[in-house]
């Protein structure tokens, strides 16, 4: 029996007119492609496909089945899209309630992913400055599902999503930012008055635990509210600052540095009973897209390959 795969490759190989190029469309290889192709060739009988130098053609037997492959595709598209909307995935409205440092670093490629997927669920974004504040408004029942670090004494389903890493922010010709350095001792900069973060942004409690446990007290040269701040005040010559990974742009010009001891922490999505199909398709998402370490900060963490 053919199935919706093969119907899929022949559809698309006719419409590119080009094995290569289908392929690149379905990503798949092309032996992989054209190994579908004849074995729904073997099944029907007979050959569906010409194959010329610079192109395909369909054979007879090719023309009379690709209006049925084509009609079984669009049936199958109804039926997918008929299911989703009977459990709630094609439209409607998922509460969402995080940290602003998870808005402005994870969400954002998770979000994307997610507009292109379910582009008739709408997000209604809740943000909090604070881990407790988050789960506070949770409990009260705010949002359908939080987006932050693990909550305490939580009695409801939690995901863990990954571990969030923590980069030193130092201007580019700090004395301490050596050639192809890729990590500093937070001990190192004991001395230094900090960019450091409002009481009510959760940040603060990270960065005090943070030098604590390196066996110092946090000074601060300055204070702010927005996160997104830190690091670009850090880069301007005010201060160290410790900030998530993620919310570093792409092009950014100061210097980062892993932390040593290094500096994480968990993020999870959490909600207050178990799930319905639309938060659950969106956790889903999460686990997939969600920016713990990009890559391009990962680049430029990585130690710098020294020659031979």
């Known amino acids: 029996m053919p199935t919706l795969r093969q119907f899929e490759y022949l559809v698309t190989v006719v419409a590119e007119g080009s094995f290569t190029r289908a392929a690149e469309l379905l990503h798949v290889t092309q032996p992989a492609l054209s190994h579908q192709v004849r074995a729904l060739e073997r099944e029907v009988g007979g050959p569906l496909l010409e194959r010329l130098p610079r192109a395909v053609r369909l054979t007879p037997m090719g023309r009379a089945m690709l209006p049925h492959a084509r009609a079984t595709l669009a049936d199958a598209e109804r039926a997918r899209l008929a299911a989703r909307q009977a459990c709630g995935l094609e439209s409607g409205e998922l509460q969402l309630a995080t940290v602003y440092s998870i808005s402005l670093g994870v969400l954002p490629p998770v979000l994307r992913a997610w507009r292109r997927e379910h582009a008739g669920v709408h997000i209604r974004l809740f943000e909090h400055r604070h881990t407790d504040e988050l789960r506070a408004a949770m409990t ?95 880069a301007a010559g005010l201060g160290p600052a410790l900030v998530p990974a993620n919310i570093i742009p792409t092009r950014f010009d100061g210097a980062l540095l892993r932390p040593d001891p290094p500096v994480h922490r968990t993020l999870t999505a959490y909600t207050r009973s178990g799930p319905d199909p639309l938060t659950s398709a969106f956790v889903d998402t999460l686990a997939r897209k969600a920016a713990v370490l990009p890559d391009h900060v990962r680049r430029r963490l990585a130690p710098a390959k020294t020659g031979s």
């Open 140 to 234: 009260a029942g705010q949002a359908d599902l939080a987006v932050g670090p693990p909550p305490s004494d939580w009695d409801g389903p939690v995901h863990t999503l990954g571990v969030e890493e923590f980069v030193v922010v130092l201007p580019p010709d700090d004395p301490v930012v050596g050639e192809g350095a890729t990590r500093i001792e937070l001990a190192a900069l004991a001395d230094r008055g900090w960019v450091h973060y409002s009481p009510e942004n959760g940040l603060s409690d990270v960065l005090e635990q943070a030098c604590a446990g390196a066996g110092f007290q946090t000074r601060a040269a300055i204070r702010t509210e927005q996160t997104a701040a830190a690091p670009m005040l850090a």
